[in-house]
């Protein structure tokens, strides 16, 4: 019924920017939160920033003052502005979604590879 799609993600040289998207489907109430987790190879998924719909945000102390996370309320649409892109940051990136009393939903992932 929910659908989470990834976009943006791609091979990066370090310092450099990418800019992901998750566009949201299906029945979602307009009390949510959304955002981005990351998964590096042998390591655990970390969250990186989440925003609700008043636009109050959170973010990683490995991420924040570089990358920005933003929505569209009306299109149900996250995005994550990464600048200053660091190797470490390289992981494969998942959107998220989560409504109350509803679920919890999540992207299938886009790969973000930070490298020269």
């Known amino acids: 019924q929910v659908q989470l799609v990834e976009s943006g993600g791609g091979l990066v040289q370090p310092g450099g920017s990418l800019r992901l998207s998750c566009a949201a489907s299906?029945?979602?109430?307009?009390?949510?939160?959304m955002g981005w987790y990351r998964q590096a190879p042998g390591k655990q998924r970390e969250m990186v920033a989440r925003i609700g719909t008043g636009g109050s945000a959170n973010y990683a102390d490995s991420v924040k003052g570089r990358f920005t996370i933003s929505r569209d309320n009306a299109q149900t649409t996250v995005y994550l502005q990464m600048n200053s892109l660091k190797p470490e940051d390289t992981a494969v990136y998942y959107c998220n979604l989560v409504v109350l009393s509803r679920g919890n939903y999540w992207g299938q992932g886009t790969q973000v590879t930070v490298s020269s």
């Open positions: 299906g029945s979602i109430s307009s009390m949510n939160i």
